[in-house]
Nanobody, 121 residues
Framework: VQLQASGGGLVQAGGFLRLSCAPS????????MGWFRQAPGKEREFVAA????????YYAESVKGRFTISRGNAKNTMYLQMNTLKPEDTAVYYC???????????????WGQGTLVTVSS
């Protein structure tokens, strides 16, 4: 495991959580980083991504306006601020790093172990 994701938990609909992602073995300051999620019985899907500089970010339509992705000052950590959570946001959230900008799982080379987010109605 190259990345460590944390911050998941149980929250009521309308609530918020902040996920964090930090490297465990190497630096990712020059990498494109992203968040994906996987709900039970579903494929892993793109949530958000950010360039190495933090200057550009990308979002899935389902989270646009509610989630904000950011990088730490050292560019080696990443965060996902999740507001106005909905039950359909329930999933295991994974952070990942890759060399190229993409919303595809296959374009990311390094992954975290995942953190569970549960949103109750």
């Amino acid at each position: 495991v190259q990345l460590q994701a944390s911050g998941g938990g149980l929250v009521q609909a309308g609530g918020f959580l902040r996920l964090s992602c930090a490297p465990s073995e190497r630096t990712f300051s020059s990498y494109f980083m992203g968040w994906f999620r996987q709900a039970p019985g579903k494929e892993r899907e793109f949530v958000a991504a950010i360039t190495w500089s933090g200057g550009n970010s990308y979002y899935a339509e389902s989270v646009k306006g509610r989630f904000t992705i950011s990088r730490g000052n050292a560019k080696n950590t990443m965060y996902l601020q999740m507001n106005t959570l909905k039950p359909e946001d329930t999933a295991v959230y994974y952070c990942a790093a890759g060399r190229f900008a993409s919303d595809l799982v296959t374009k990311y080379n390094y992954w975290g172990q995942g953190t569970l987010v549960t949103v109750s109605s």
